[in-house]
């Protein structure tokens, strides 16, 4: 595990902002068991890049129980064809840490980001339990997935 710059954008998220302080600093992790408790993947993965962003509602950090996080991972993964296509949606400056430069230039500039399109998953991205939703994209032997959590 290493400690990376600061995330310093913000990225809008339905009601929820998800930012961190220009003091606070992202953990890019690569393990992949946190991931493997929260949902299960239609592709088997091999080695997994992401972090967990705490969202905040109206510049504060929300408390727990009712602290979620969305969870931004790249995972190196073999999945089979399908003929869907999808998107999803990164803060900027979480493209900038976690994706490859190959992905990085395939991503389109949005007001709340950058949107990446990729194949649709051949099946969704299965939660394990009722605090996570999640949605993933295959794209040049990867997934892209976003999480969100909604407890520790």
């Known amino acids: 595990m290493r400690k990376v710059r600061a995330f310093t954008g913000a990225w809008l998220a339905g009601a929820l902002t ?3 302080s220009g003091g606070d600093r992202l953990e890019v992790r690569d393990d992949l068991a946190p991931i493997g408790r929260r949902i299960e993947l239609p592709c088997a993965a091999a ?3 992401w972090v967990a962003v705490p969202v905040f509602e109206q510049d ?10 969305t969870l931004f991972a790249v995972l190196d993964a073999t999945c089979p064809p399908s003929t869907g296509v999808d998107a999803l949606t990164l803060p900027a400056s979480v493209a900038d840490l976690l994706l490859p430069l190959a992905l990085r230039a395939r991503c ?4 709340d980001g ?3 399109t990729g194949r649709a998953l051949p099946a969704p991205v299965a939660a394990r339990s009722d605090d996570v939703t999640a949605q993933g994209i295959a794209i040049d032997g990867r997934v892209v997935v976003v999480m969100h959590l909604f407890s520790q």
């Open 47 to 49: 080695s997994a890049s």
């Open 114 to 116: 950058c949107r990446l």
């Open 18 to 20: 998800i930012a961190c």
């Open 108 to 111: 389109l500039p949005e007001a």
């Open 60 to 69: 504060r950090l929300l408390e727990t129980p009712d602290k979620p996080y």
